[in-house]
């Protein structure tokens, strides 16, 4: 199992590189020359040549990519080139709101996803399963950000039950930071949880046609046992890389939320990055999520490797 | 040994699924569909003709109409600059429907050529394609939408263009994939082998294949698609903010919302309902494209009431321990309409023996043995028949009651023994499942139980291979390893179900030793399913030959096979080799087993019979003097002289 990890471990570094050749190339095709950028309108020819200099923008882009990656394994992500701000401690300063944001609505969607779909599932062909078919699929097709808005609007403007903007750091108050959490979280994993809904229904069904609960009937276990120690097991390994995927999702749209709520997470860095055409910003902040995400997927591959013995190595 | 292939020459038929209905007539049976479907033509149909539908010019000002409701003249209301919401939205419709269409048929474009290429060409190309599209899909598709729109710059077209990108790569994976599954399927060979070119083969075999599974992709990307145009406007990186656009309205909704919250409802809904319609187009399609109906997934788990009135108790002989009496098995097929499985279905186990249930494939064997303990799988229902152990109805018990005595009176073994395992869960585990429920054994108790079980169906070192897992034990060693658990509470009948038809030629004598052993061993009745005349006539003191759902000859193995009384039985033993007597060629039953829907009235047999008469089609038959044909009796003669 340890050297299953190790090799992981490796692979995902591999990616990880592999991903920084192809975003930075990307962003080399930028028509965006960032010592203009970074000077202003106002800029002299002579000073821009000069900051190009310095920066090694006018290396070959092979030495640049050294050069910036370099850096960056040493946690040096480069400068914002609006206000010179360090991009890696720009990012880090709002990592708690964001980190909040991903896990609380995280844990909603695998909890609430797995909890409704294995109900359903159980229950194939009750109302209740009824209920959250019909329900998962109005879940699907609910844009998150609108969803949002409604409910900012409906408990926190209207009710005042919940604060309208802004974060409580969880250093100041666990119950303030959650309060401040529910509204955009529920918002935010609203989709993966009817996606991770309907896929573990599915897939308890299916368990509930496979030849061993067949043979564990016919020798008499019990529907209880059936249920509960054999078809949630196996059900559980389909539904993991699909959490892994929505995972990754609500990473990636978390910003919608901020936007709404007014939370300067660091999504809304990147948001701001992209409007102002600041590129190692950009950079910086898009790599942040691929490392996050790629621990993600890595932790669903050891989740699967857990789960069932066929994957897992001898 | 027999080999199936001689009786029966193939599985895949004309007759293995159920008849075909043209997806035209599926569409038809589904409104909802036909709903979604009409609705998205006039979604599409008013964006097109938005000048003529639209009540106000979407971009017109008007400062003495700000933030006014719904009325009779803006019914949707106005925004913060006094246009008129309804016709914005009916504009937004032409961004929402046009740039997700346009991003998807490039997608689709692309990524269909560049799948094709990969999955036909193979090799290096193939890696390289498919290594790319790992990197692209190992962020979230926004995280990368981001990245190019940052690049190429905001706005409608860089936005439907990373789209259409990111969505290009699904489109890639889904065609490789289907092309690499449909390349190594025959009739590609055979159209290799006809001398298509392979330009021709490409777009004449394998496109028409493709196009099922994507177009419930392309309906279901659309939806996303438009979802994501949405959302990038919302963030204003998308469609520029004064255009009329479902997500640029949104995001000016967020900043009235204290005080102008319908602002919002509007282009969400339009939003959310595009979404939905896409959604369900792309569902029932697969549910068309699959043949699956959604109805089929609301099964009863538990069989429901079982009627066992009418059923005569006969009589029982001394030895009896088990009798089937008329069970008959029942699915519903098509609207209102009910499919019988198994037909009357009776006979009589008696102690210490074992009885043979033979037959081809889809004679109904298994789901009698399945039937005997009251498990038919649903939608199924057995429908009459009674199943006594000791004159107990076992059938008539409440399921819980019923369930006590599966594994504990009347235990069963299956065909494919890796699979009648869960994979996730030790041997260990399982094989003591039932000595846990019935003799509520502790967790230690029960291993060591098991241990002394798994040696003593010949399992080695069974101390540490009661802790491997199903895939780590090889077919044989897996079918010891359900013997042991179906024996482990001493079950005074043993039901195997071909318990060797899918074992290693050199496995199957071994295991069916085991079990006559075991047999004798441990004083069991076993019904043994099989369609191995050469292993019935080895192991078996009585022999029922099942026919279309129905037994057409019973009795004991001696005569069965000396004297049959049922040209069934005749044509069964013709196409079995046999190593006494010198047969120059095995003979074939022409035809197949018909499917339940089609079997045919009077003698079922009588299409593939060669001594079938006129009089053989006109009504059914019974089972008299333990054969169900007319000629029993001059068959006798045939045989004999």
Known sequence: MRKFILYRFASLFIVLVLLSVLL???????????????????ATPEQIEALTKEWGLDQPVFVQYVNWATAALEGDLGKSLIGGDEVTHAILKRMPISVSLWGVAIFLA????????????????????????????????????????????????????????????????????????????????????????????????????????????????????????????????????????????????????????????????????????????????????????????????????????????? | MSDETLISPATT?????????????????????????????????????????????????????????????????????????????????RPALGAAIAAVILAAAVGISVGLFAGYRGGNWDRVVMRATDMVQALPTLVFIFAIIAVIGRGILPTTLAVAFLFSVIYVRITRAIVLRERERLYVDAARVAGLSEKRLVFSEILPNLSGPLIVETAIMLGSAQLVIALLSFLGLGIDADAPDWGGMLNDARLYQGLHPFLAIPPGLAITITILLFNLLGDSWRDIATGHDEKKNHRRRRNSVIQSQGISSTPLENDALLTVDGLTVDFPHGKNQQMRILDDVSFTLNKGETFGLVGESGSGKSMTAMAMLGLVPAPGLISRGAVRIDGENLLALPENELAARRGQDIAMIFQDPVAAFSAVHTIGEQITMPLRTHQGLSKRAARDRGIELLDRVGVIDAANRIDDYPHQFSGGMAQRAMIAMALSCEPKILLADEPTTALDVTVQAQVLDLLMELREDFGMTVLLVTHDLGVVAETCDQVGVMYSGQIVEVGDVGSVFETPRHPYTRALMKATPSGEEKQDRLKAITGRVPPPWAWPKGCRFHPRCEFAEDACQEKDIELINLSRCRLRDELDRTTSS
Not at chain 1, 188 to 206: D, N, P, Y
Not at chain 1, 241 to 267: L, S
Not at chain 2, 17 to 22: A, E, M, R
């Open chain 2, 13 to 93: 038929n004309e007759y293995d699924l159920p008849p075909h209905k043209s997806w035209m007539r599926n569409l038809i049976d589904r409104p909802i569909a036909i709903i979604g479907v009409s609705l998205l033509l006039l979604f599409g149909i008013i964006a097109i003709f938005a000048p003529f539908f639209a009540p106000y010019d979407p971009i017109a000002l008007d400062p003495l109409q700000r933030f006014k409701g719904p009325s009779a003249a803006h019914w949707l209301g106005t925004d913060a600059l006094g246009r008129d919401v309804l016709s914005r939205i009916i504009y937004g419709a």
């Open chain 1, 110 to 314: 695998v909890f609430g996803g797995l909890g409704l779909g294995l109900f359903a599932g159980i229950r194939s062909g009750s109302l209740a399963d009824r209920i959250v078919t019909i329900g998962a699929s109005i879940g699907l097709a609910l844009p998150g950000f609108w969803v949002g808005l409604l409910v900012a609007n409906a408990f926190a403007v209207q009710l005042r039950w919940f604060p309208v903007i802004g974060y409580t750091p969880i250093t100041e108050s666990v119950t303030g930071w959650l309060h401040s959490l529910i509204l955009p979280c529920t918002a935010l994993s609203l989709h993966a949880i009817a996606v991770i809904a309907r896929q573990a229904r599915g897939t308890v069904i299916e368990a509930f046609d496979a030849p061993y609960v067949q043979a564990l009937r016919a020798n008499g276990a019990p529907d209880r046992v059936i249920i509960y120690r054999y078809v949630i097991k196996n059900a559980l390994s389909p539904v993991l890389p699909i959490i892994g995927i929505q995972a990754g999702i609500i990473v990636a749209t978390a910003v919608v939320m901020e936007r709404i709520y007014a939370m300067p997470g660091a999504g809304a860095l990147l948001i701001d990055a992209i409007v102002d055409n600041d590129l190692p910003m950009l950079l910086g902040g898009v790599m942040m999520i691929a490392c996050l995400v790629l621990i993600i997927n890595l932790l669903v591959d050891i989740g699967l490797a857990l789960l069932d013995p066929r994957v897992r190595p001898s």
């Open chain 1, 24 to 42: 930075f190339g990307l962003v080399q095709l930028s028509p965006i020359d960032p010592a203009v950028i970074a000077l202003g309108d106002n």
